[in-house]
């Protein structure tokens, strides 16, 4: 498909820019277009709890997405209201979560109060820097061409990086390799975030499809692509050793270097059909 044929993304992502350069040897003066990153700040029944940097796109459903896979609510149901607004100096999404998960995230915030930064934001020794999410059970199994359709599928469907090739994307898949849904950020667990969030918002039953993300698998990929169910993950890019150990422990599928029909099956092969000649 030629890009160019793409409709253009929310005016919101990006903007457009005069450039001057070379390119194949030539010099090059022209219009170039750049993806936006700026402060979303996330704040939960009027307490400020996380600033990220983000593309301003899609941000109720990536509010919705990072309060599941971080685990400060457990369903959709538990929030009650998302809105967003914007500023000079970045958004502000504001979500009324159930007093329970509010009551949770305030011990939570209460027992950090006063230690110094981290590099793993919101923990408090070793025992909580990898959360392992429940084990999930599933019967579904994929096939290996349906992998290799979806990834087709998506890359004709990142219309963000199309105008901006700066972007990474996450995208949810019918058994069939299907492309329902898929969510672009300058963040590639922002680009995930964002599609959980779509993905629970949608109603859509996660298990009966799989996930596939254009960057590397890290552990953080696994742990939110576990969270909401979904038993197949499958990365353009390579993963990492704990990324294997914790989707070995949640039951999930676990596929990196996922190329046309290259791939590498890390964990539970049994889901996986390899296609056979």
């Known amino acids: 498909m030629d890009m160019s044929e793409l409709p253009l993304p929310a005016a919101q992502a990006y903007r457009t820019l005069e450039v001057r350069g070379i390119r194949a040897g030539s010099r090059l003066a022209g219009q170039d277009c750049v993806a936006e990153e700026v402060p979303v700040a996330l704040e939960f029944n009027g ?9 301003p796109a899609d941000l109720e459903d990536f509010a919705y997405g990072f309060s599941l896979t971080e685990g400060i609510v457990d369903s959709a149901s538990q929030i009650h209201d998302c809105e967003w607004s914007s500023s000079v ?28 930064g981290c590099g793993l934001c919101g923990t408090e020794s070793l025992t909580q820097a990898v959360r392992h999410p429940a084990p999930l059970q599933l019967a579904q199994s994929f096939d290996a061409g349906a992998v290799s359709k979806a990834l087709a599928i998506m890359r004709t469907r990142q219309l963000l990086l199309a105008v901006t090739g700066a972007t990474h994307a996450a995208a949810w898949c ?28 949608s109603g859509r039953s996660a298990g009966t499809g799989f996930v596939t993300i254009t960057s590397r698998a890290s552990y953080e990929m ?7 169910g979904v038993g197949l993950l499958a990365a353009v890019s390579g993963v990492t050793g704990l990324a294997v150990d914790v989707a070995q422990s949640a039951g999930l599928t676990l596929l990196g270097f996922a190329r046309g029909d290259d791939v ?10 390899l296609d056979t000649q």
């Open 47 to 55: 307490i400020s709890h996380a600033v990220m940097m983000a593309t």
């Open 89 to 116: 100096q970045g958004y502000t999404v504001q979500l009324t979560i159930a007093a329970l998960c509010f009551a949770r995230l305030k011990e939570k915030r209460r027992n950090l109060t006063g230690r110094t």
């Open 174 to 201: 019918t058994a069939d390799g299907d492309v329902e849904l898929i969510r672009e950020d300058v963040g590639r667990h922002n680009a995930l975030d964002k599609l959980v969030g779509a993905l629970i918002r």
């Open 222 to 228: 696994v742990q939110k692509t576990a969270a909401v």
């Open 264 to 273: 590498s099956i890390y964990s539970h092969p049994e889901r996986f059909k």
